[in-house]
T-cell receptor, first 113, second 113 residues
Framework: NAGVTQTPKFRVLKTGQSMTLLCAQD?????MYWYRQDPGMGLRLIHY???????AKGEVPDGYNVSRLKKQNFLLGLESAAPSQTSVYFC????????????FGPGTRLTVL | GQQVMQIPQYQHVQEGEDFTTYCNSS?????IQWYKQRPGGHPVFLIQ?????EVKKQKRLTFQFGEAKKNSSLHITATQTTDVGTYFC?????????????FGQGTILTVHP
C-alpha cells in the first residue's frame, strides 16, 4: 500500500495563477483532510471531508476550494493564488471517525511569488 | 472555537537530558493524540489517550492525559539525537468540532550530541 500520496511535491506559482493539489489514499479511509503548515503556526485545517461527496470548512478555508468526488481522492484548489498562501500543504486521512489517528501524506511545498 | 495551546515552542537539550512538552485545551476533550514530525518530513502518529488520568509509555516516552481531560504532556527520558523533530498534540472534542482534530502549535526539539 502506498498510503497517502500527494501531487505535486513542489510548485512555484505567480500571484493570480490557479492550481489543484491532489491527494490520494489507498486505505479505504472515510475521512480526509487538508492542512497548511507555517512556521510557528502548527497545522491549521483548511477543509475536510467525512465521506465521499462531502466537504466542510476548517479553520482557514478562505481562498481554497475542495472536492471529494471519489472516496480515495481529495482535491484542493487555489483559484487565484496569493503570496499569503505560500506554505507546506499536508493531506491526511483517517479510517472511520474524526477521533481516529490520522495518516499524513509527504506534503506539497508551494511558493507564490 | 476550540483552541489547543502547546508549550514550549522550542526546546534545546543536551543528549541524555530529559524533555517535556505540555498541551492545554480550551475545552474538554474526548481524546488527545500525539504526533512527531522529523525535519523535512510529515507528521506521524505516536499515541492516543482517551481516559481521564491515563498514562501510557512507549520506551523512553511517557504520555499523560489530565484528570479533567483538558491537558496532556509528553515526557522523553534521556533524549537521543533520534528524538529531534517537532512534537504536536492534537485534541478531539467532538460536538461542534465533529470530524476534526485541533492541533497545537508544536514543540521543536533540538538535541545536541
Amino acid at each position: 500500500n502506498a498510503g497517502v500520496t500527494q501531487t505535486p511535491k513542489f510548485r512555484v506559482l505567480k500571484t493570480g495563477q490557479s492550481m489543484t493539489l491532489l491527494c490520494a489514499q489507498d486505505m479505504n479511509h472515510e475521512y480526509m483532510y487538508w492542512y497548511r503548515q507555517d512556521p510557528g503556526m502548527g497545522l491549521r485545517l483548511i477543509h475536510y471531508s467525512v465521506g465521499e461527496g462531502t466537504t466542510a470548512k476548517g479553520e482557514v478555508p478562505d481562498g481554497y476550494n475542495v472536492s471529494r468526488l471519489k472516496k480515495q481522492n481529495f482535491l484542493l484548489g487555489l483559484e487565484s493564488a496569493a503570496p499569503s498562501q505560500t506554505s507546506v500543504y499536508f493531506c491526511a486521512s483517517s479510517p472511520t471517525s474524526g477521533s481516529d489517528e490520522q495518516f499524513f501524506g509527504p506534503g506539497t511545498r508551494l511558493t507564490v511569488l | 472555537g476550540q483552541q489547543v495551546m502547546q508549550i514550549p515552542q522550542y526546546q534545546h537539550v543536551q543528549e541524555g537530558e530529559d524533555f517535556t512538552t505540555y498541551c492545554n485545551s480550551s475545552t474538554t476533550l474526548s481524546n488527545i493524540q500525539w504526533y512527531k514530525q522529523r525535519p523535512g518530513g510529515h507528521p506521524v502518529f505516536l499515541i492516543q489517550l482517551v481516559k481521564s488520568g491515563e498514562v501510557k509509555k512507549q520506551k523512553r516516552l511517557t504520555f499523560q492525559f489530565g484528570e479533567a481531560k483538558k491537558n496532556s504532556s509528553l515526557h522523553i527520558t534521556a533524549t537521543q539525537t533520534t528524538d529531534v523533530g517537532t512534537y504536536f498534540c492534537a485534541g478531539y472534542a467532538g460536538g461542534t468540532s465533529y470530524g476534526k482534530l485541533t492541533f497545537g502549535q508544536g514543540t521543536i526539539l533540538t538535541v545536541h550530541p
